[in-house]
């Protein structure tokens, strides 16, 4: 079984960064695909960034390709997300998922674990 731990969220102004992680707490994370989701108030969990298990493919909600990056250290299993120019449509609880490698996947029913999300507010 694994279990994710995400963190770096917070409370940050317009314009603002942050830099989420998210780490395994018992099972290394380096054979899985990863991703990261949110939920903003009132609306389905959305998918926002993915990444192969190498770390040499990765892929965007279109509407983030230019304000988020994820990445990936396999040797220190964690995952990254960094979001820049922050905006207040981008306040939500954001959660990481992982899947045995695959074909990249934005569906949430094709992730088996999950963390249980970090709260991202952005103030305008």
């Known amino acids: 079984q694994v279990q994710l731990v995400e963190s770096g969220g917070g409370l940050v102004q317009a314009g603002g960064s942050l830099r989420l992680s998210c780490t395994p707490s018992r099972r290394t994370i380096i054979t899985y695909d990863m991703a990261w989701f949110r939920r903003a108030p009132g609306k389905e969990r959305e998918f926002v960034a993915g990444i192969d298990w190498s770390g040499s493919s990765q892929w965007y909600k279109d509407s983030v390709k230019d304000q988020f990056t994820i990445s990936r250290d396999n040797g220190k299993n964690t995952v990254y997300l960094q979001m820049n120019s922050l905006k207040p449509d981008d306040t939500a609880v954001y959660y990481c998922?992982?899947?045995?490698?695959?074909?990249?996947?934005?569906?949430?029913?094709?992730?088996?674990?999950w963390g249980q999300g970090t709260q991202v507010t952005v103030s305008s």
């Open positions: 998922a992982a899947r045995p490698p695959g074909r990249g996947s934005v569906n949430r029913e094709d992730y088996d674990y």
